[in-house]
């Protein structure tokens, strides 16, 4: 609307839709400090999906497992009307993804995880080199992996096959959250934590050269990377891995099923 006001000509505000977004608590670390709290109101411009709202409230897509409008459920194009009160889900778990086997793809940041991620059998490719945020969705796309990453603007991207964030800056948790959150089937100790690629048994003969005189003397069991060809045995760092395995199979393995009496 325009309007004139001291011999000039200016627009005016056009009425824009108010709404109140509820946001759950483990959602709320992506928000503005002042917007931290159970409800917040926001003014929208009208023509925006309520998906763009919450990703402008600063909360990845990735973390929404749904949303509601005044209690019925509604898509991420819904463009919200005034007054409407929307309710924003976080993805429930174990989460899951269909349409593909679950695996992963890390950023150039969490190394360590995809290390450990490898190490209990689950297939993580990672990029040791930083090749861009449009290549790292893309390649989410062509393989269909789920990317994990801390960095939020990459997890907006529209060509993502699936995303997830991670929360932790360390190691120790984020380990446990990937695991809890996807609920991946565990085979420890069946990928190479280097290139990805699947383990088999192996020789001391057919490890030749790639193995030191102590320890072909020490040690009789043996694996190696059918893709990058390294040799694995259990040498001396075997006691902090193991205890890393013992813990997510403690924690995250499914029980047992009862053998049959019969």
């Not at 993804?97 to 995809?114: E, N």
Request: proline residues 6%; glycine residues 8%.
């Amino acid at each position: 609307m325009w309007s004139q006001a001291a011999g000039r000509w200016h627009a005016e505000p056009v009425n824009r839709p108010h709404i109140t977004v509820r946001v759950p608590v483990e959602l709320r670390v992506f928000l503005a400090a002042d917007r931290r709290r159970e409800s917040t109101d926001v003014v929208t411009d009208g023509a925006s999906s309520l998906g763009h709202v919450v990703e402008s409230l600063g909360v990845p897509l990735t973390e929404v497992g749904g949303l509601t409008v005044d209690g019925r459920e509604v898509a991420r194009g819904h463009v919200p009307a005034d007054g409407e009160d929307v309710t924003v889900r976080a993805v429930s778990e174990p989460q899951q993804v269909p349409g593909a086997p679950l695996r992963f793809l890390l950023d150039v940041h969490l190394g360590t995880l995809a290390r450990r991620l490898r190490l209990l059998g689950i297939d993580a490719a990672y990029e040791n080199e930083d090749i861009g945020d449009p290549a790292l969705a893309a390649l989410s796309a062509k393989e269909r992996r789920v990317l994990l990453s801390r960095d939020r603007g990459l997890l907006r991207r529209r060509e993502l096959w699936a995303g997830a964030y991670v929360y932790s800056d360390r190691p120790a948790r984020q380990l446990p959250d990937i695991l809890r959150r996807f609920a991946p089937e565990l085979h420890p100790w069946t990928r190479c934590v280097a290139c990805n690629g699947l383990l088999r048994p192996a020789d001391k003969e057919s490890l030749g050269d790639r193995l030191q005189d102590g320890t072909q003397k020490s040690y009789d069991a043996f694996a190696a990377c059918t893709r990058c060809g390294r040799a694995y045995w259990k040498g001396a760092h075997h006691a902090r891995l193991e205890s890393v395995v013992s813990d997510a199979i403690r924690t995250f393995a499914p029980p047992s099923k009862p053998h049959s009496s019969n």
